[in-house]
C-alpha cells in the first residue's frame, strides 16, 4: 500500500510540473524536473535508461540550509489559508506571552515552540513543484528533531524600511510589505516566481537575525579566508549558508509581505499582497528527515544556483 501511495505521489507532482512545461512550451532540456523518489528506495532508475537529460538522483536534506518560498500559485483560496496561517501564528506566538524584540529588520520572538511553527507549515502551501518546499520533506525533517535541535525557534516578522511601502498585519503585528519582481511567463499560468533567476524572497543578511555579533563575524571571517585560501574573490554580498551554519543557532522562520512588481497588463492575473517565508535550518547531526528525488540537470541549477555566490532579490532595495 505505501509503494502505490507513493506512486500516487510522485504522479501528481510530476503531472504539475509536466502542465507547466507544455504551458511554458517548453521541452525537459529547457525545464526542470523533480521526481519523487520511494523514500525506501523500492524504484531505482538505472542511469543507462534515464535518457540524455543526464538526471540523476539526489537526496534532499535541509541541514544548514536557507528555504524560502520563491514559487507560489495565485490561487486566491490558497493564498487567504496561507494568510490565516501566518494570522493563527502570530496570535499564538503573542498569547504564549513571549515578549517582541525590535531589530531594525522587523518584529522578532525567540523560543517560539516548534509546534506553532509545524501548524503553520502544515497549513500554508507554496507551488507544488518545488521541493524543497514540500510539505511532506519539512514534517519529516522538523519532526526528526523536534525534541533536540529544533525544540525553539526564532520568528521574525519582517519589514521593509521604506516608508513609502504598503501597510499590513499580522494579528496586529505591522509589517510593511517587500517590492519583488514577478517572472512574467509563470504569472501568466498562475504561479508568482519571485524575484526571477535570482531566487530570492528575503534580503540579504536576514540570516544574520538571532545570532550575537561574535557568531556573525567568526562565520564571516572564517568565510572570507576561505575563499583566499582558495584563490576565489570575496564576493560583496555573502551568502545566507555561512549564517545558517552557525553551531548552536536556533533555527529561524520569517515571515513577510510581498507586493509583486507586473506590468500594468498582467496586475489583473497577481494578488496585490502575498504572505512568503524563509526559513534558515541550523546545521544537524541527527540522521533522518531526507527525501530522494530524481532531478535534471535544468533543476538542478534553479533550486541551487551554479554558482555560491548570493544575489539580491530583484526589486530589494532595502
Given at each position: 500500500m505505501g509503494l502505490i501511495t507513493h506512486i500516487h505521489e510522485a504522479m501528481d507532482d510530476?503531472?504539475?510540473?509536466?502542465?507547466?512545461?507544455?504551458?511554458?512550451?517548453?521541452?525537459?532540456?529547457?525545464?526542470?524536473?523533480?521526481?519523487?523518489?520511494?523514500p525506501e528506495s523500492l524504484i531505482v532508475t538505472a542511469r543507462n535508461k534515464m535518457g540524455t537529460g543526464r538526471e540523476f538522483p539526489m537526496?534532499?536534506?535541509?541541514?544548514?540550509?536557507?528555504?524560502?518560498?520563491?514559487?507560489?500559485?495565485?490561487?486566491?483560496?490558497?493564498?487567504?489559508?496561507?494568510?490565516?496561517?501566518?494570522?493563527?501564528?502570530?496570535?499564538?506566538?503573542?498569547?504564549?506571552g513571549l515578549a517582541?524584540?525590535?531589530?531594525?529588520?522587523?518584529?522578532?520572538?525567540?523560543?517560539?515552540?516548534?509546534?506553532?511553527?509545524?501548524?503553520?507549515?502544515?497549513?500554508?502551501?507554496?507551488?507544488?513543484?518545488?521541493?524543497l518546499t514540500d510539505p511532506r520533506l519539512m514534517a519529516d525533517y522538523i519532526d526528526a528533531r523536534a525534541d533536540t535541535e529544533l525544540r525553539e525557534w526564532d520568528v521574525l516578522f519582517a519589514s521593509a524600511q521604506k516608508a513609502d511601502t504598503t501597510p499590513a498585519n499580522l494579528s496586529g503585528?505591522?509589517?510593511?510589505?517587500?517590492?519583488?519582481?514577478?517572472?512574467?511567463?509563470?504569472?501568466?499560468?498562475?504561479?508568482?516566481?519571485?524575484?526571477?533567476?535570482?531566487?530570492?524572497?528575503?534580503?540579504?543578511?536576514?540570516?544574520?537575525?538571532?545570532?550575537?555579533?561574535?557568531?556573525i563575524d567568526a562565520a564571516t571571517n572564517a568565510f572570507r579566508e576561505e575563499r583566499i585560501r582558495d584563490g576565489k574573490p570575496v564576493p560583496e554580498t555573502l551568502p545566507p549558508r555561512i549564517f545558517c551554519e552557525?553551531?548552536?543557532?536556533?533555527?529561524?522562520?520569517i515571515l513577510r509581505f510581498v507586493?509583486?512588481?507586473?506590468?500594468?497588463?498582467?496586475?489583473?492575473?497577481?494578488?496585490?499582497?502575498?504572505?512568503?517565508?524563509?526559513?534558515?535550518?541550523?546545521?544537524?547531526?541527527?540522521?533522518?528527515?531526507?527525501?530522494?528525488?530524481?532531478?535534471?540537470?535544468?533543476?538542478m541549477r534553479e533550486m541551487f544556483g551554479e554558482e555560491e555566490i548570493e544575489e539580491e532579490a530583484l526589486g530589494d532595495t532595502e
Open positions: 510530476l503531472q504539475t510540473q509536466l502542465k507547466r512545461m507544455e504551458l511554458a512550451k517548453a521541452t525537459p532540456e529547457q525545464f526542470g524536473l523533480a521526481v519523487r523518489s520511494h537526496k534532499v536534506g535541509l541541514a544548514g540550509k536557507l528555504v524560502e518560498t520563491t514559487r507560489i500559485r495565485t490561487d486566491r483560496d490558497q493564498l487567504d489559508r496561507n494568510r490565516q496561517a501566518g494570522q493563527a501564528l502570530a496570535a499564538a506566538i503573542e498569547a504564549s517582541p524584540q525590535h531589530p531594525s529588520r522587523g518584529t522578532l520572538f525567540s523560543g517560539v515552540s516548534v509546534d506553532l511553527i509545524r501548524d503553520f507549515l502544515r497549513a500554508f502551501r507554496a507551488d507544488a513543484s518545488d521541493p503585528i505591522d509589517m510593511r510589505a517587500f517590492g519583488r519582481s514577478v517572472g512574467e511567463p509563470d504569472l501568466r499560468q498562475g504561479v508568482l516566481a519571485i524575484s526571477g533567476t535570482s531566487r530570492r524572497v528575503g534580503s540579504p543578511g536576514d540570516e544574520r537575525v538571532g545570532l550575537t555579533k561574535e557568531q552557525v553551531k548552536g543557532r536556533r533555527p529561524l522562520i507586493e509583486p512588481v507586473v506590468p500594468e497588463e498582467l496586475k489583473a492575473k497577481s494578488p496585490d499582497l502575498v504572505l512568503a517565508w524563509s526559513i534558515c535550518f541550523p546545521p544537524s547531526d541527527v540522521q533522518g528527515g531526507t527525501v530522494e528525488y530524481i532531478v535534471n540537470t535544468i533543476r
